[in-house]
């Protein structure tokens, strides 16, 4: 387990609220909530929850967009 490997920025992906449907971007971040933009989905605190409606990150789904 390295963790230069989680570093490319080519790799960045979007996850879905189910409850509400907002989208966390990888690549934008959460500023408002203390999400740096490139922080990725892994990293994001495990305590961290949707800003719309406050699902925890086991309610979101990775999306294509
Ligand atoms: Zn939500």
Redesign the pocket.
Known sequence: MTQEATKNPTEYKSWM?L??G?IYSEAAGVPDEGIAPGTKWEDVPMNWT?P??G?RKDDFEMVQV
């Open positions: 609220c409850i509400c907002w949707c719309e409606c699902a």
